[in-house]
């Protein structure tokens, strides 16, 4: 329920870069902009994976569906965007940024 996140749930889900990088690539997903457990290659064994989509999901970032056999997870980017209006946007393009100069050998 939107009333159960949290600020500091969400601050602390999109503080882990592998968190980061799964939020960077839900928010840039085509529509509906869901993409399914498996879409994720991770480098990080299946039981830490899962943990790390619990984190997102308990926090309100996510939201996880079953479709057949498939988990599928999208951004409650609504709920995000009602309680922290521009937050995740930021954050992305932060990340963005970040990424970019992390690319260029720049620290």
Same mark, same amino acid.
């Not at 500091?8 to 839900?26: K, M, Y």
């Given at each position: 329920? $939107? @009333?159960? #996140?949290?600020?500091?749930? /969400? ?6 870069? #592998? ?13 509906? *902009? ?11 064994? %299946? ?5 790390? +989509?619990? /984190?997102? =999901?308990?926090? !309100? /970032? /996510?939201?996880?569906?079953? =479709?057949?056999?498939? %988990?599928?997870?999208?951004? =409650? ?6 309680? +922290? ?14 990424? !970019? $100069? @992390?690319? @260029? *050998?720049? =620290?």
């Amino acid at each position: 329920m $939107r @009333d159960e #996140i949290r600020l500091e749930g /969400v601050l602390h889900a999109l503080s882990d870069p #592998i968190r980061l990088s799964v939020v960077s690539d839900l928010a840039a997903a085509p529509a509906p *902009g869901e993409l399914s457990c498996s879409h994720f290659d991770l480098p990080v064994t %299946k039981s830490t994976t899962t943990h790390h +989509f619990r /984190v997102l =999901r308990e926090s !309100g /970032v /996510v939201q996880q569906t079953y =479709r057949g056999t498939a %988990k599928m997870n999208g951004l =409650r980017r609504d709920d995000l965007e009602a309680l +922290f209006p521009g937050l995740l946007d930021r954050i992305l393009e932060a990340a963005a940024l970040q990424e !970019g $100069r @992390d690319g @260029d *050998g720049e =620290r």
